[in-house]
C-alpha cells in the first residue's frame, strides 16, 4: 500500500509539472473522448432530441403567429389612431365652446353673427391631419422610459399623461383595448412582453403627417431610431447623428405592409449595410443615408407608394377633395389678377383724357355760353370775337389730346421696355447665382468623391496588410502544428504507463470509497429516520395551525359581514326616521339653522378651503353627505380667479353654485345635512358596542387558548412519563453505541425515540457498563456481567451470593435513579411534594421473583423501606 501510495503522489507532481510546463495542443481537442457510446446513450439522446424537435416546432409556430400579426398590425394602427383623434378633437371643440361663452368686454365689442361662417379659402393641406396628442406622446416616451424597450403597463401610463387620460375609466375602455391590440402586433418575439417604442411611433407618424412629404417622413424615422455619435466624429465627415446596422431595417420596414412590400425594400436595406460593413462601422451616419437617397431616388419613391397604401379610402378622398379645392381657389385668384391687370392697363390708357377735360371743363362751359349768346343776338363781330377763341381752343384740345395718346404710347413703350430690362437682370442675376451653385456643388462633389476615393484606397491598403499579417500568423500557426503532432506522439507514448498506475490508484481508492460508503450509508440511515420523524410531526403542527388559522379567519370575516350589514340597517333606519322628524315643527329651527350657515358660508372661503385640502374638508359639510363640494372651471381656463366651488348632490346629481346658491335650496343641503350627522352619530355609537364585543371576543379566546395550553402541557408531561417509564438505554458492548429498549415489545433500536419525549428524553436511565440485561430464550430477563461473564439468575441460584457486589444507584443528570441489588432492579422516581421540606420517591419493582413483583411502594427520604403499599 505504501508503494502503490508513492507511485500516486510521484505520479501527480508528474501530471502536473507537464501540464504547467507543456505548450497547449490545439488537436488534442479533436481527438475522441471514450469509447464506443452505449445503448442507454443512444436511447437518451433520441429522446433529447425527440423533444428538441418538438419544442423547435412549438417555437416556430409562436414565431409564425407573432409574425402574421405584425404583419397585420396597421388595422389596429388605425383604429387606435381614429379613437384617440376623436377623443381629442371632441376635447377641443369642447374647450372652445367653453371659450365662446366667455363674456365679452362692454366697450368696443365687435360685434360676432351668431350663424357659422365658412372660411374663405380652404385650410393648409400640411395642417388638415396633424395632431398636436401624437407630439406630447412622443416627447413622454423619451423623457419617461430609459430605453427604448417598454411593457403594456408602461405605455398605457405613457398615454394617459400624454392625453391626460385615466385609461381604467370605462369612457376610455375602448382607448385601451386599441392600444392593448397594437401592443400584441407589435411584439415580435412569443417570449418577451415588450415591444419598441420606436416603431409604434414611426407608424402613428405615417397616418398623422403623411402629408409633409417622404423626405421629411423619412428624417422623422431616422431621428427616432437615431442616437448621438461622438465629438470627434465631424472630423470625418458625418453629421452628429446615426443609425445602427440592425434598427435600419425596422425603420425602413415601417410602411410595410405586407411580405411583398418588404422585398421591394430589402435591397436598399441590403446595399446600405454592405456600405456599413465595407467601411467597418456598425452604424450609419445621417450624411451617408442622404447620400444613398440622393443617388437612388427610388427609395424615396418606394416610401411613397407603400405611405399612400397604408392610408385609409377616406383619407385618399380627402386629400382629393383637399387638392380640388385648392386648385380652384388658385384659379379663381389668378382669374381675378388678370382682369385686375386688364383694367388697370385700360384705366392707364384713358387717365390722361379724363383728367384734361376734369381741369378744362369750366373753360369749355364758358366758351359755349358765350356762343349761345352770340347766336340769340345774332351779333356777327360778337360771334366772330367768340368763334376764334372756341376755334384755337378746340384746335388746343385736339392737339394736347394727340400729345396726350403719344405720350400713354411712349409710357407703355417704356414700362415694357423697362420690365423686359428687369427681367433680363433678374435672368442675369438668377444664372450668376445658378452657375455659382453648380460650382459649388462641383467643388463638393468633386471632394466628397475625392475623399471616398482616399478612404477607399486607405481601406485596400488596411485590408493588404491585415493579410500580409495573417499570411505570417498561418505560418507560425503551420509550424506549431508541427509541434504538436510531435508532442502527441510522446503523449501516447506515455499514456499506456498512466494506465496502469492509474489502475493500481483507483483499486486503492476504490477500497476506501467502499469503507466510505458504508459510513456514509449507516448515517444516512440514522439521518432518514430522524427526517421523517421531524417532517411528520412538523407537518401535524402545520396543519394544526393552519386549521385553526382558517377558523379564526372565517369567524373574523363572518362577524366583519354582520356588522357591515347592521351599519347599513341602521343607517336607512336612521335615515327614515329622521325624514319622518324633519317634516314635523320642532325640527323647523334646526333646518333653519343650517341654512343659514350654509347660505351665509362665503364662496370663496370654500374655494380657498378646498385648494388648500380637498380631501379633509368636512367642516364645510360632513363627510358621507349626499350633498358635497368640489371645485370647477366654468369656462374652460384653470385659473384661481376663474374656479368656482359648487354643492353636488351624488344621488340625483343637482347642481349649485355657491356663490349662486338661494335660501331654499339650502333648505334641501340643510335636511340631508342633519340626516348624515343623526347617522354618524348612530354609527359611532354602533362602533363602541362593536369595539366591546371584539374585546370580549378577543379575551374569551385568550382565556380558552390559555386554558388548551395548560391542559396540553399537562397530557404533555403524562405522555412523556409513561414513554420515559417504558424504555431504557444500553450500551452496545460491540459497537459502544447506545441503544433503547422497550420492555413492552421487548425490542431494542438504534433510532431515538419519538420527538414526544422532548426535553425529558436524557431521563431516561441509562444501563451499568458492568451489569448490562440480557433475555434468555424463554423470554426471561436477567443481568449478565460483561467482564467475569456472571449472571443474575446463577447469584439467585447459589442464595444470593456475595459475589454479586452490591451497587448503589447510579445517579444521572435527572432526579430518576437506577439501583441493583440481590438479583433485582428498581426505577426510583423522585418528586417534590407541595411541602417543599419532605421529598418522596416511587420504587417499581421490576424482578418477578420477589413477592412484591409489580408492587409501586412510596419511599421517603431516600430511605428505601416500604411506608405504604399502594396498588
Given amino acids: 500500500m505504501q508503494f502503490v501510495g508513492c507511485i500516486d503522489g510521484s505520479l501527480r507532481k508528474r501530471d502536473l509539472k507537464r501540464r504547467l510546463t507543456s505548450p497547449p495542443a490545439p488537436i488534442l481537442q479533436k481527438l475522441p473522448v471514450g469509447g464506443a457510446r452505449r445503448l442507454k446513450d443512444r436511447r437518451e439522446e433520441a429522446i433529447v432530441r425527440q423533444f428538441e424537435q418538438q419544442v423547435h ?8 403567429q407573432c409574425r402574421e400579426r405584425f404583419l397585420n398590425r396597421w ?15 371632441a376635447r377641443t371643440e369642447a374647450s372652445s365652446k367653453l371659450k365662446s361663452k366667455l363674456p365679452l368686454p362692454a366697450a368696443g365689442a365687435p360685434s360676432v353673427s351668431k350663424g357659422p361662417t365658412e372660411p374663405l379659402t380652404p385650410a393648409p393641406l400640411h395642417k388638415l391631419t396633424s395632431m398636436a396628442w401624437l407630439i406630447d406622446v412622443a416627447r413622454e416616451f423619451r423623457q419617461g422610459v430609459a430605453t427604448h424597450l417598454v411593457t403594456i403597463p408602461k405605455t398605457e401610463i405613457v398615454f394617459g399623461t400624454a392625453l391626460h387620460l385615466s385609461l381604467t375609466s370605462a369612457r376610455t375602455s375602448q382607448i385601451a383595448s386599441c392600444l392593448r391590440g397594437v401592443f400584441q402586433a407589435f411584439q415580435q418575439q412569443p417570449e418577451s412582453c415588450t415591444i419598441d417604442y420606436r416603431e409604434l ?9 403623411w402629408r409633409e412629404g417622404e423626405k421629411k417622413m423619412v428624417a422623422r424615422w431616422f431621428h427616432e431610431f437615431a442616437f448621438p455619435l461622438a465629438e470627434n466624429s465631424a472630423a470625418i465627415g458625418d453629421m452628429k447623428m446615426a443609425i445602427r446596422g440592425h434598427d435600419l431595417q425596422r425603420m425602413l420596414f415601417t410602411a410595410c405592409g405586407d411580405e411583398m412590400d418588404e422585398a421591394k425594400m430589402q435591397p436598399f436595406v441590403t446595399e446600405l449595410l454592405a456600405a456599413m460593413t465595407q467601411r467597418g462601422r456598425s452604424y450609419i451616419a445621417e450624411k451617408t443615408l442622404w447620400d444613398y437617397s440622393d443617388t437612388h431616388p427610388k427609395l424615396l419613391e418606394t416610401i411613397k407608394k407603400l405611405c399612400w397604401k397604408r392610408l385609409t379610402d377616406d383619407t385618399r378622398l380627402d386629400f382629393y377633395r383637399d387638392v380640388y379645392l385648392h386648385a380652384k381657389e388658385r384659379f379663381i385668384k389668378e382669374d381675378a389678377r388678370v382682369r385686375i391687370e386688364k383694367a388697370l392697363s385700360i384705366w392707364r390708357t384713358r387717365e390722361p383724357r379724363h383728367r384734361f377735360a376734369r381741369q378744362n371743363r369750366q373753360r369749355k362751359q364758358e366758351m359755349h355760353a358765350m356762343v349761345l349768346t352770340a ?19 378746340w384746335r388746343s384740345m385736339q392737339l394736347i389730346h394727340a400729345a396726350a395718346w403719344k405720350r400713354s404710347e411712349r409710357h407703355d413703350v417704356h414700362r415694357r421696355q423697362k420690365r423686359s430690362w428687369s427681367s433680363w437682370s433678374t435672368f442675369h442675376e438668377q444664372a450668376k447665382v445658378r452657375r455659382a451653385y453648380c460650382e459649388k456643388t462641383a467643388t463638393a462633389f468633386i471632394a466628397c468623391r475625392h475623399q471616398k476615393i482616399l478612404r477607399s484606397s486607405i481601406d485596400t491598403w488596411l485590408f493588404h496588410k491585415r493579410r500580409q499579417k495573417d499570411v505570417a500568423a498561418a505560418d507560425i500557426r503551420g509550424r506549431q502544428l508541427q509541434q504538436d503532432l510531435w508532442l502527441q506522439e510522446q503523449i501516447e507514448a506515455e499514456s499506456a504507463q498512466m494506465e496502469i498506475e492509474d489502475k493500481l490508484s483507483a483499486a486503492v481508492a476504490a477500497k476506501a470509497r467502499a469503507s466510505a460508503e458504508k459510513g456514509r450509508r449507516r448515517s444516512f440511515i440514522e439521518a432518514t429516520d430522524r427526517v421523517h420523524a421531524n417532517r411528520k410531526l412538523q407537518k401535524q403542527k402545520e396543519e394544526r395551525i393552519q386549521y385553526k388559522a382558517n377558523r379564526e379567519r372565517t369567524a373574523e370575516l363572518e362577524a366583519t359581514q354582520a356588522w357591515a350589514a347592521i351599519r347599513e340597517q341602521v343607517a336607512a333606519e336612521v335615515r327614515s326616521t329622521t325624514l319622518t322628524w324633519l317634516d314635523t315643527r320642532d325640527a323647523k329651527d334646526q333646518i333653519q339653522t343650517e341654512a343659514n350657515r350654509i347660505f351665509e358660508t362665503d364662496a370663496k372661503w370654500i374655494r380657498n378651503e378646498l385648494n388648500r385640502d380637498a380631501e379633509n374638508s368636512a367642516k364645510i359639510l360632513p363627510k358621507g353627505c349626499r350633498w358635497q363640494v368640489f371645485l370647477e372651471a366654468p ?78 402541557r399537562q397530557a404533555r408531561l403524562v405522555c412523556r412519563r409513561i414513554i420515559r417509564n417504558t424504555l431504557i438505554k ?27 419525549i422532548g426535553s425529558d428524553e436524557p431521563l431516561i436511565p441509562i444501563e451499568s457498563t458492568t451489569w448490562v440485561y440480557r433475555q434468555d430464550t424463554h423470554g426471561a430477563g436477567y443481568y449478565e456481567r460483561l467482564d467475569t461473564g456472571e449472571s443474575s439468575t446463577k447469584a439467585f441460584a447459589a442464595g444470593y451470593a456475595s459475589s454479586m457486589p ?9 432526579n430518576v435513579k437506577i439501583g441493583v441489588k440481590h438479583g ?23 424482578d418477578d421473583r420477589l413477592p412484591y413483583y409489580g408492587t409501586k411502594y412510596m419511599v421517603v427520604h431516600h430511605r428505601y423501606v416500604p411506608a405504604r403499599r399502594i396498588v
Fill in 824 to 846: 433485582c432492579c428498581w426505577i426510583v422516581d423522585k418528586f417534590h411534594s407541595r411541602n417543599p421540606i419532605s421529598t418522596a420517591s416511587t420504587l417499581f419493582i421490576l
Fill in 57 to 64: 416546432s412549438e417555437l416556430q409556430n409562436q414565431h409564425q
Fill in 806 to 814: 452490591e451497587e448503589k444507584p447510579t445517579k444521572i443528570k435527572s
Fill in 75 to 89: 388595422h389596429h394602427i388605425r383604429n387606435l389612431y381614429a379613437v384617440i383623434s376623436e377623443v381629442m378633437t
Fill in 201 to 209: 411611433l414611426s407608424a402613428i407618424f405615417v397616418l398623422d403627417r
Fill in 375 to 393: 347766336e340769340k343776338h345774332r351779333n356777327s363781330s360778337l360771334l366772330r370775337f367768340t368763334f376764334r377763341p372756341w376755334t384755337l381752343f
Fill in 730 to 756: 444500553r450500551i452496545d458492548p460491540r459497537s459502544g453505541q447506545i441503544v433503547y429498549f422497550n420492555f413492552n415489545r421487548p425490542q431494542e433500536i438504534r433510532r431515538k425515540p419519538p420527538k414526544l
Fill in 635 to 712: 369656462h374652460g381656463i384653470v385659473t384661481r380667479k376663474l374656479t368656482k366651488a359648487f354643492y353636488l348632490n351624488t344621488v340625483t346629481y343637482e347642481k349649485y353654485w355657491c356663490d349662486e346658491v338661494v335660501l331654499e335650496e339650502c333648505e334641501g343641503i340643510a335636511r340631508e345635512v342633519i340626516v348624515q350627522r343623526r347617522i354618524d352619530e348612530a354609527v359611532a355609537r354602533l362602533n363602541e358596542k362593536q369595539k366591546e364585543w371584539d374585546l370580549q371576543r378577543r379575551q374569551n379566546i385568550a382565556a380558552t387558548r390559555i386554558q388548551m395550553m395548560f391542559r396540553c
